[in-house]
């Protein structure tokens, strides 16, 4: 099994920066790759970036130029810098990771932007 857990949430104002992490624990190894999504209120959870273990990312073309997915392989945590934040980035975000095939999800943390 593998735990993930979010910190880094919260009430930002439109243009402002927000950091999220996500710290893995539990059955770590062979985690390949790991990534944010994140759901708005009465949208689909959607894909906003993930990042293999070795350093290939993805972005949603509506996240590209703004925000910048990380990884610390050795700690097993993956990061989420996001700049210039919109009202549209508000939403419950959720780690998450993949293992042989399984994704494993933390419990979200809430990004609120306000206009």
């Known amino acids: 099994q593998v735990q993930l857990v979010e910190s880094g949430g919260g009430l930002v104002q439109a243009g402002g920066p927000l950091r999220l992490s996500c710290a893995a624990s539990?059955?770590?190894?062979?985690?390949?790759?790991m990534g944010w999504y994140r759901q708005a209120p009465g949208k689909q959870r959607e894909l906003v970036a993930d990042?293999?273990?070795?350093?290939?990312?993805n972005y949603a073309d509506s996240v590209k130029g703004r925000f910048t997915i990380s990884r610390d392989n050795a700690k097993y945590t993956v990061y989420l810098q996001m700049n210039s934040l919109k009202p549209e980035d508000t939403g419950l975000y959720y780690c998450n990771a993949v293992k042989l095939n399984y994704r494993y999800w933390g419990q979200g943390t809430q990004v609120t932007v306000s206009s």
């Open positions: 539990g059955s770590t190894f062979r985690i390949n790759v």
């Open positions: 990042i293999t273990s070795g350093g290939t990312t």
